[in-house]
C-alpha cells in the first residue's frame, strides 16, 4: 500500500468524485463517489505490466483511502466485463467486502473470479438489467444501456440531491445486431433534459478517426478472406470478450464448411457466459484442441487468444517455431489473422509474435491488410453528439493516452460543457454549480506478483528491474584471522562480466588492493570491508561498462 499521509477532510455535505485508477492512462478504472458521508464504487480494473515490470502479473488499484470506510461503503457497481474495469474485483474485494452490482453477464465473468478467489458464496452479488434503478441512499444509481464490444455495457446515472452524474463506462453509437445491444439515446436525451451536472466520459478512441464500419462488415470480409485460402490452416486472434466478433467469425468459417476450435481458457470461460445469458444461440459447442487435431488439416479454424502477444496465450503456443506433442502446429503458408487493435504498450510483444510466424513462413493478415477489425468504441463525431444529447455543465474526460485526454477536455468546452477537468488519480473533485478540486487522498497502484499483491515501488521489484536493465554482481571472498585474503575471489556475474577474461582479472587487482590498503582495525569490521568491495565494483564498472548493477558482497571469516 501507499505510504500513510495526512488525509484530506472532505466535507460530508460535499458531493465528490475521486478516481482512484484510470482517469489518464489505459486500464485500472476504478472511481470513487461520495455524498454524506457514504461512497460508492464503480468499477474496479486491472492495468497490464508491459516489459517494464517483468514478474508482474496485473496492476491493481490501491485502495487504501478506503481502509476505514467499508462500513460506509454502499457498493461496488460494474459497469461491465472487460479486464480493466472487473478484472481486480476478486484480488480486491476483502478489502472492499461490500454488495456487487452487475448485470447478468458481467455477473458471470465476476463469479468465477470470486470462485478463483475462494470468495463465491462470501461476496453479495446483485444482478440487475439496463433500465433498473438501485438504491445505494443517499445515492440512486439507474443502469443505461450503451453498445461497446462485449456484452451489456452500461451507463450509470449516478443521483444526489447534489445533483446528475452520468457515467459513461466504455461506449459507441453503433447497434451490436448479433446481441441486439443499442445506446439508448433516449435515456440519455432524457437525461440532458433532466439535467446533467457532470459526465464522466471515456476518452479512448477520441482522436480516433470517423468510420461507418460496422461488425457486418467484418464478417463479409473475414467470410471472403477465408474462401482465399481453402486447404490451409486459419487462426484468428481476437479479445475473448467480444461474443459478437466470436459470432461472426463462426458464421464466416462455417460459410466456407470450417468447424471452428477455440484455444484459450479465457475464450472458453466467455463462451460459457455468453452461452449462461443466452447468447450463441445459434452457435454449436466448440471444437477443443484435441477434438480439433482428428479434423482433416484446413478443415478448422481456430479462434484463438493472444492477440496482444500475451506470452503464454494461445497465439504465442501456435508461433512456437518447433512442432509441440499433441498440439495444433502453424507451418509455411498457414495463416493468421489478428482481428483486434493494438492496445497501446503492447507494440513490442505484438511485434515479436508477428516476427515468430514470418520466421515459419506463416501469412499474417492485421487490420491494415483487409477489414477484420473495427473498434469497440466510439469515434468523434459520436463523442461531439454525446454531448449534445446529455449538456452535462462538467465535463470529466477520463480512460485515455495524455493527447486523447487534452483533446476531449478542449472538445467538450467547444461543445458547451461550462468547466472541464482532467484528474490525476487521487484528486478530489467537488461536484457542484462551482466544482473545484479540493484536494488529494492516498492512492498508488498494485502489483500482483504470484501470489503476492506489492506496492509498485516495492524494493524486490525495483532490485529486479535493475537486474534485468544493468544485471548483477555477486563477490564471495574469504578472510583468515589476521585479516588477509585467502584463496581467489569468487565473482558470479549475471549480465554484464565476461568470466575468466582480463576484466575479471582486472578486477579482482583492484578489490584486493583497495582491501590491502585499509587499516589493520578497519579490516576487523565486516560491514567496512563489504562496503569497500561494493565501491570498488561499483567504480570500477562505471568506469569501464557504464552500469550501476546490483551488487551482492559475501564475507566469510575463518
Given at each position: 500500500m501507499t505510504d500513510i499521509q495526512t488525509e484530506l477532510k472532505i466535507p460530508t455535505e460535499n458531493f465528490v468524485m475521486i478516481p482512484l485508477g484510470g482517469s489518464t492512462g489505459i486500464g485500472l478504472n476504478c472511481f470513487l463517489y461520495g455524498y454524506r458521508g457514504k461512497w460508492v464504487l464503480v468499477d474496479c480494473g486491472v492495468g497490464f505490466p508491459g516489459?517494464?515490470?517483468?514478474?508482474?502479473?496485473?496492476?491493481?488499484?490501491?485502495?487504501?483511502?478506503?481502509?476505514?470506510?467499508?462500513?460506509?461503503?454502499?457498493?461496488l457497481v460494474l459497469t461491465h466485463g472487460h479486464e480493466d474495469h472487473i478484472g481486480a474485483v476478486g484480488y480486491l474485494w476483502r478489502e472492499l467486502q461490500c454488495p456487487i452490482f452487475a448485470t447478468p453477464f458481467t455477473a458471470e465473468l465476476i463469479e468465477s473470479k470470486l470462485d478463483e478467489n475462494s470468495l463465491l458464496g462470501r461476496a453479495e452479488l446483485v444482478r440487475v438489467q439496463a433500465g433498473d434503478t438501485i438504491d445505494l441512499a443517499p445515492f440512486e444509481i439507474t443502469y443505461v444501456q450503451m453498445s461497446h464490444s462485449i456484452p451489456e455495457a452500461n451507463a450509470l446515472a449516478v443521483r444526489t440531491k447534489e445533483g446528475l452524474v452520468l457515467h459513461t463506462g466504455d461506449w459507441k453509437w453503433q447497434s451490436d445486431t448479433v446481441l441486439n445491444q443499442k445506446a439508448d439515446k433516449k435515456t440519455l436525451k432524457e437525461l440532458g433534459n433532466e439535467g446533467v451536472l457532470a459526465l464522466v466520459c471515456d476518452s479512448t478512441n477520441t482522436l480516433g478517426t470517423v468510420t461507418n464500419e460496422t461488425e457486418e462488415d467484418v464478417l463479409n470480409s473475414l467470410t471472403k478472406l477465408i474462401g482465399k485460402y481453402q486447404g490451409k490452416q486459419i487462426a484468428v486472434g481476437c479479445f475473448a470478450s467480444n461474443v459478437s466478433r466470436i459470432h461472426n467469425i463462426y458464421k464466416a468459417a462455417a460459410a466456407n464448411n470450417r468447424d471452428v476450435c477455440l484455444m484459450g481458457r479465457s475464450l472458453w470461460r466467455i463462451d460459457a457466459a455468453a452461452r449462461a445469458c443466452g447468447y450463441l444461440k445459434d452457435v454449436p459447442e466448440f471444437l477443443s484442441e484435441s477434438e480439433a487435431l482428428e479434423r482433416p488439416i484446413g478443415s478448422v479454424l481456430y479462434i484463438c487468444t493472444g492477440s496482444q502477444g500475451e506470452p503464454f496465450s494461445a497465439l504465442s503456443s501456435l508461433s512456437a517455431l518447433t512442432p509441440q506433442k499433441n498440439s495444433v502446429y502453424f507451418g509455411p503458408d498457414d495463416?493468421?489473422?489478428?482481428?483486434?487493435?493494438?492496445?497501446?504498450?503492447?507494440?513490442?510483444?505484438?511485434?515479436?509474435?508477428?516476427?515468430?510466424?514470418?520466421?515459419?513462413?506463416?501469412?499474417?493478415?492485421?487490420?491494415?491488410?483487409?477489414?477484420?477489425?473495427?473498434?469497440?468504441?466510439?469515434h468523434g463525431e459520436e463523442l461531439k453528439e454525446m454531448y449534445q444529447l446529455t449538456k452535462p455543465l462538467i465535463a470529466l474526460p477520463v480512460h485515455?493516452?495524455?493527447?486523447?485526454?487534452?483533446?476531449?477536455?478542449?472538445l467538450a468546452l467547444q461543445w458547451g460543457a461550462k468547466y472541464a477537468f482532467t484528474l490525476e488519480d487521487g484528486e478530489v473533485l467537488k461536484l457542484s454549480q462551482n466544482p473545484e478540486v479540493l484536494g488529494t487522498v492516498s492512492t498508488g497502484v498494485l502489483a500482483v506478483d504470484g501470489k503476492k499483491i506489492l506496492p509498485l515501488g516495492a524494493e524486490v521489484i525495483k532490485k529486479r528491474r535493475k537486474m534485468i536493465e544493468d544485471g548483477t554482481f555477486v563477490i564471495t571472498l574469504v578472510l583468515n584471522a589476521q585479516n588477509e585474503i585467502l584463496g581467489d575471489l569468487r565473482i558470479s556475474s549475471f549480465g554484464l562480466l565476461e568470466t575468466d577474461g582480463d576484466d575479471e582479472t582486472a578486477l579482482k587487482d583492484k578489490i584486493r588492493a583497495d582491501i590491502n590498503a585499509l587499516g589493520e582495525q578497519v579490516k576487523t569490521q565486516d560491514v567496512s570491508v563489504e562496503n569497500t568491495v561494493r565501491a570498488a565494483v561499483r567504480q570500477f564498472l562505471k568506469e569501464y561498462y557504464g552500469k550501476k548493477p546490483l551488487i551482492e558482497v559475501h564475507l566469510i571469516r575463518v
Open positions: 516489459d517494464g515490470l517483468p514478474g508482474v502479473d496485473v496492476l491493481l488499484p490501491d485502495l487504501s483511502f478506503l481502509a476505514d470506510k467499508k462500513e460506509n461503503l454502499l457498493g495463416v493468421v489473422i489478428f482481428s483486434s487493435r493494438i492496445i497501446p504498450g503492447n507494440e513490442k510483444a505484438i511485434e515479436l509474435m508477428q516476427k515468430r510466424f514470418k520466421a515459419k513462413g506463416v501469412e499474417i493478415i492485421t487490420n491494415r491488410d483487409a477489414l477484420v477489425h473495427v473498434s469497440g468504441h466510439y485515455g493516452e495524455v493527447r486523447e485526454l487534452i483533446e476531449h477536455k478542449e
